[in-house]
């Protein structure tokens, strides 16, 4: 009950195309969804999170779309570029940023 | 403002040795994490401190790993005996207050052999 799980596993997309990452939960009492994004070699660095009680939240380039009615949650970056091109994972907490459980990661290549 | 600071950055040790890592956190960061992350997996973690006391240690295998954060600043993550399933990726990551956003360190690369 305190996974959660992340799909796809890795992804290419085109430069300018849309990635779409998506992440499912089971345990109702998680009240906060980051995403964060992490380079080979690297710590992860929060890109942007989400409470349930907003069903989207955008940030630049970046946007969660939350869906509490089936506990899932997705991450999508447009205009995806090179630089874009890292590992990302899903995240949900009970209490505000602690006691984080991680996804298992995609790995994102964004050929030019 | 500088981040949080990890070393060593790599280490490589054989299997029943002990091995020790050390994390300084930002500066004024009262909260403190250590996460293993095992190579093809999202970080878990091992223990949360709010200045020098332990706040969560549930999933720190207690018989092999310990950890202090004395002074409320700098910590030390250590293991003995170390066993081949400990290969990872030591990452240290602190907060201002516990429920502030994370900030990790670039980690500790644990192989051993």
């Known amino acids: 009950q305190q996974q959660v799980k992340q799909s796809p596993q890795s992804l290419i997309v085109q430069k300018g195309g849309i990635s779409i990452i998506n992440c499912a939960y089971e345990?109702?009492?998680?009240?906060?969804f980051p995403w964060y994004q992490q380079f080979p070699g690297k710590g992860p660095a929060l890109l942007i999170a989400?409470?349930?009680?907003?069903s989207e939240k955008k940030e630049g380039r970046f946007t969660i779309s939350f869906n509490k009615s089936a506990k899932q949650f997705s991450l999508h970056i447009m205009d995806s570029q090179p630089g874009d091109s890292a590992t990302y994972f899903c995240?949900?907490?009970?209490?505000?940023?602690?006691?984080?459980?991680f996804g298992t990661g995609t790995r994102l290549l964004v050929s030019p | 403002e500088a981040g949080v600071a990890q070393s060593p950055r790599y280490k490589i040790i054989e299997k029943r040795q002990s091995v020790a890592f050390w994390c300084n956190p930002i500066?004024?960061?009262?909260?403190l994490y250590w996460y293993q992350q095992i190579l093809g997996q999202g970080p878990k973690l091992l223990i949360q401190f709010q200045n020098n006391g332990v706040v969560d240690d549930s999933q720190l295998p207690k018989d092999r790993f310990s950890a202090e954060r004395l002074k409320g600043v700098d910590s030390t993550l250590k293991i003995q005996p170390a066993k081949l399933e400990d290969s990872a990726v030591y990452l240290c990551a602190s907060s201002y207050r516990a429920s502030q956003p994370q900030h990790f360190g670039d980690g500790t690369r644990l192989s051993i052999l």
């Open positions: 995240a949900a907490s009970v209490v505000g940023f602690q006691k984080l459980v």
């Open positions: 989400i409470r349930p009680d907003v």
């Open positions: 500066s004024g960061h009262a909260t």
């Open positions: 345990n109702t009492a998680f009240d906060y």
